[in-house]
């Protein structure tokens, strides 16, 4: 039993016993609490619906043994009596090995988070999924510069320095690519806040089309006469965009003239008659229609009606269909269209 009570790097043999069984006792330990949770998340996400889950079982799927097993072999030495230097050495590579496994971790969070957002999103915007690629690439950019960081100044490195010519060089490279940075974040900006989307019918200034793609710099339309209409993700952000795609209902008001010599009360069945031909419409809602102005040479009729719906060529069967009916009932009661006239009178010279 003297050779338990020898000493070796200052410790005794015992103590290296004791350091040694614990390190094994807690590292099969880890192995089975690993495979059990593993085990039992994976049958939580077969019967819950969520993010949470999914995300926890990757986080315990992507801890790497190495960060373990130094995890373990710290926590063993606890029963040892090491230098000073050599126990700076190992809390240090504690620290290095945690920093690292944290960013395996955020990084894992980060993909699995935008992955069930990108197929949520590929359906209704299959635009977005270059977009969100982007996204995850600069997010595993800046995990990773963020722990970088951390070891370095774990590892006693002065890195003021460092973060002040990244600032500096990164000022640089903004200026000299703020168009594209530019474009970059407008392209996230139409992604994540959606002021439209793909599909949707869009008048930007005298151009108008339907959105085909939305591209990291550029964003591109098909014109009603065919042509691709192509425009940059800033510019396009600051200008002023009519989004048809997002109206619901669709105000119509139109105006019909007719003679000066229409009886009265023929007059005032011609909002009756309006009325009746918007209502025999499916999916139309009537608001007004009234006797607004005396015109240059007819009498005009002001009505105003909603479809509900955004399809314009829904809108003009429907607008075809309620003048047809209009003609209809007007040829009924005699009542007659204006159209531009002149009345002239001549008068005879009594010489």
């Known amino acids: 039993m003297e050779f338990l009570h020898t000493q070796i790097f200052g410790n005794m043999v015992e103590d290296w016993a004791a350091a040694f069984g614990i ?43 190495l960060f373990i097993i130094i995890l373990v072999l710290f926590i063993s030495s606890v029963v040892l009596i090491l230098p000073e230097k050599a126990q700076h050495i190992l809390q240090s590579i504690v620290i290095v090995t945690l920093l690292i496994q944290v960013g395996i971790w955020a990084g894992a969070a980060l993909r699995l988070s935008i992955e069930q957002y990108r197929q949520q999103q590929v359906s209704k915007d299959p635009a977005s999924v270059t977009t969100l690629n982007v996204i995850t690439f600069i997010g595993r950019i800046g995990i990773w510069t963020i722990v970088l960081l951390l070891v370095l100044d774990n590892l ?23 168009t594209i940075l530019g474009d970059l974040f407008a392209s996230l900006s139409i992604v994540l806040d959606k ?47 009519r989004n048809y795609g997002r109206m619901f209902e669709r105000r119509v008001p139109f105006n019909i003239g007719v003679t000066y010599q229409t009886p009265r009360d023929k007059l005032i ?39 509900k719906s955004s399809d314009y060529n829904e809108y003009m069967d429907i607008q075809q269909a309620i ?3 209009i003609h209809e009932r007007f040829e009924q009661e005699s009542i007659e269209f204006a159209y531009p006239t002149q009345t002239l009178y001549v008068q005879k010279s009594s010489n």
Do not use: C
């Not at 151009?207 to 793609?213: A, K, N």
């Open 23 to 65: 390190f094994t006792a807690l590292l099969v330990l880890a192995f089975f609490l690993r495979r059990l949770i593993t085990k039992q998340l994976n049958k939580l996400s077969e019967r819950h619906e969520g993010l949470f889950l999914p995300i926890l079982l990757a986080l315990v799927r992507r801890t790497k043994w």
């Open 269 to 307: 069945k011609i909002p009756e008659i309006i009325h009746e031909a918007i209502e025999q419409q499916d999916r139309t809602r009537f608001d007004r229609s009234n006797f607004k102005e005396y015109g240059n040479f007819a009498l005009i009729f002001e009505s105003v009606y909603y479809i």
């Open 195 to 241: 002021p439209f989307v793909v599909g949707d019918f869009l008048i930007i200034g005298d151009m108008l089309g339907s959105v085909e793609y939305v591209g990291l710099k550029t964003t591109r339309l098909r014109s009603l006469s065919g042509e691709q209409l192509i425009f940059s993700n800033s510019d396009l952000l600051n200008s002023r965009i």
């Open 323 to 325: 003048n047809l009916h």
């Open 156 to 178: 006693g490195v002065n890195i003021t320095a460092l973060i002040a010519g990244l600032g500096v060089g990164g000022v640089a490279v903004a200026l000299a690519l703020q």
